[in-house]
């Protein structure tokens, strides 16, 4: 069973992170942010970090990170479809029964697996810049490019280590197959063995907004009032393709790299 990706966003945006974390965690808010044990390792000092206003969790220990869904499918040992439903129950939210072609569905699973690894391969990015290995990454922005703690975490930056196969080692111990990870733009696939596109870099992942708030989500929105949204093909394609080229332009002329 697949969902539209409105009925996935209303499931999220109805369960609050830090109410859904703080039946498994104890958390304790400091600043703007909670702070807890993390539940993916074990650790005496807490660095495991859940943001109400990003509705994001990340733990500066192990890396482990992403929304409430991936929280719940990661503590629970849950398939997406069984976290969605779990979180649709505990909000009310009825999910519709809908049925999808094979092709459709086919399309769907991709999809969401293709958001999954990319969320994966970043959240491994910061975790090396944050390791003693990725310190000259972390000098890079932190003293050449005058970039806060703050601003990396915000913006994903990261680093991807010396070794060329460091990334696809990762992804084939969290269950990737070869054929699926050469789909992905982050490894290669060769006789030998996988190999990393990217490797003793830093890295400046980009999640398109169009592809997470799809246009027709925010289409359908605007229409819910009774208001015409005109050139809606225009709008598509401006944020699916144009607006985040232009963000990533903007964000390395911040950082004085353009």
């Known amino acids: 069973m697949y969902y539209p990706d409105e009925v996935i966003e209303e499931v999220r945006m109805k369960n609050d992170i830090v109410d859904v974390i703080s039946g498994y965690v104890k958390l304790q808010k400091k600043g703007a942010n909670y702070f807890g044990l993390c539940p993916f390792h074990n650790e005496k000092s807490p660095s495991f970090s859940v ?41 009310g939210v009825t999910l519709p029964k809908m049925e999808y072609s094979k092709e459709a569905r086919e399309q769907a699973e991709f999809r969401a697996r293709l958001l999954e690894v990319n969320k994966l391969a970043a959240n491994y990015f910061y975790y ?39 990334l696809y080692r990762f992804l084939k111990e969290k269950g990737y197959d070869d054929a699926f990870l050469s789909q992905t733009g982050l490894v290669t696939i060769e006789e030998r063995g996988g190999r ?58 911040s950082t004085g790299i353009l």
């Open 51 to 91: 943001s109400p206003g990003k509705q994001m969790y990340y733990c500066f220990g192990c890396g482990a990170g992403g929304n409430v869904l991936t929280f719940v499918m990661e503590y629970e040992n849950y398939t997406f479809q069984e976290a969605l439903q779990s979180l649709a129950d505990r909000a």
């Open 128 to 166: 090396q810049m944050k390791q003693p290995q990725g310190k000259i990454a972390y000098e890079y922005f932190h003293d050449k490019r005058k970039l806060t703690d703050e601003t990396m975490l915000r913006f994903g930056l990261g680093y991807s280590n010396k070794t060329s196969d460091d």
């Open 196 to 253: 990393d596109k990217f490797w003793n870099r830093v890295m400046f992942p980009i999640f398109l907004i169009g592809w997470i708030k799809t246009p027709d989500y925010v289409i359908e929105e605007m229409e819910s009032t009774g208001d015409t949204f005109r050139r809606k093909k225009l709008y598509r394609v401006m944020i699916r393709y144009v607006v985040p080229v232009m963000m990533f332009v903007l964000f390395l002329q």
